[in-house]
């Protein structure tokens, strides 16, 4: 069991999607990510816009880092970042809500 979105390939256990948001940088842009619920929802476009510019900033950081400071599932949660980001790019240009379930 764990969240899965649609439209992408971005995907976790819950234990490993908590790994994730802890590795995000704590900004209001990111809000949706860390207080919606992880069992079943959707970003709005709205959500997606301001979300996937933070996530798009996150991915330089991450990239730009060296292996050793990457720690436990790095590359797993990076290939799912840049899904992530695939997915609401997805939903910004169709006009639709990312949802996950």
Excluded: H
Excluded at 33 to 62: A, H, N, P, Q, R
Aim: hydrophobic share 40%.
């Amino acid at each position: 069991m764990g969240i899965g979105f649609l439209n992408c390939e971005a995907n976790w256990s819950y234990s490993g999607f908590s790994r994730f948001k802890s590795r995000l940088p704590k900004r209001i842009p990111l809000a949706p990510i860390f207080t919606k619920s992880d069992v079943k929802g959707e970003y709005s476009v709205y959500e997606c816009k301001c979300m996937v510019v933070v996530l798009k900033e996150t991915l330089e950081d991450w990239n730009a880092r060296q292996v050793a400071d990457r720690g436990e599932d790095w590359e797993f949660d990076l290939y799912c970042l840049k899904e992530l980001i695939k997915g609401m790019e997805w939903a910004i240009s169709n006009n639709k809500p990312l949802q996950y379930v």
